[in-house]
Every structure is written in C-alpha cells, then in structure tokens.
Nanobody
C-alpha cells in the first residue's frame, strides 16, 4: 500500500487543522492506519491509530483534541486536530500496518512522506 499525507500548515495556538492520508490499493480497508509525529531533535512518537475494524486509540497528549476517522470507500483517513498547542509542532506521518492494533512505529512497514504542522504561540 502507498500512502500520501497532506493538510499540514501554519496555525496559531488554539487553532485547527485537518490532515488527510490517502492510500492506494483495494486492500486499504484491511490495514490499521496510524499517525505518528516527529519534532526536531526528538524521536518519532505515536499519535493515534484506527484499526481495520474502526477501533481507535489515542496518545494521552492528544486525547480529547484530535479525532481520527476513516473512509475505506475513498481509501482515506483524516486526522482532525483542534485546540492545537505549540508542542504539537512536528512532521506528521501516516503509516499502515497489517497488525490489528499497534502504537509501535516499528510495526508499521508502510509510510507516507510526512506533512509539516507548525503551531505558533
């Protein structure tokens, strides 16, 4: 599966952005799709995933502010990010895994190219 992330940009603290992850292939719906992010000088960290069954799991740092949704008919996953904070600034990546549920980046063999999110204070 090939993935392409989009929707990043510059936003003020408290604002919102909606990221999209577009996938190719008829088996897109069978994958767990995760979002990860990497800030400068930091390791890549888990944000959220949606499993092929539609279950979701959020990192504590984004719970209540971010919402993930998927549309398998359109091979797309969206990440709605509200109440953004400067510490959310990072490159955001979407990734696909054949595992049912995982917050471990090493379990995701397929990655998109990343989209930059910058939140100004």
């Amino acid at each position: 599966v090939q993935l392409q992330a989009s929707g990043g940009g510059l936003v003020q603290a408290g604002g919102s952005l909606r990221l999209s992850c577009a996938g190719s292939g008829r088996t897109f719906g069978g994958y767990t799709i995760g979002w990860f992010r990497q800030a400068p000088g930091k390791e890549r960290e888990f944000v959220v995933f949606t499993s092929n069954g539609g279950s979701t799991y959020y990192a504590d740092s984004v719970k209540g502010r971010f919402t993930i949704s998927r549309d398998n008919a359109k091979n797309t996953v969206h990440l709605q990010m509200n109440s953004l904070k400067p510490e959310d600034t990072a490159v955001y990546y979407c990734a696909a895994s054949g595992l049912l549920r995982s917050d471990d980046a090493s379990r995701y063999p397929y990655w998109g190219q990343g989209t930059q999110v910058t939140v100004s204070s």
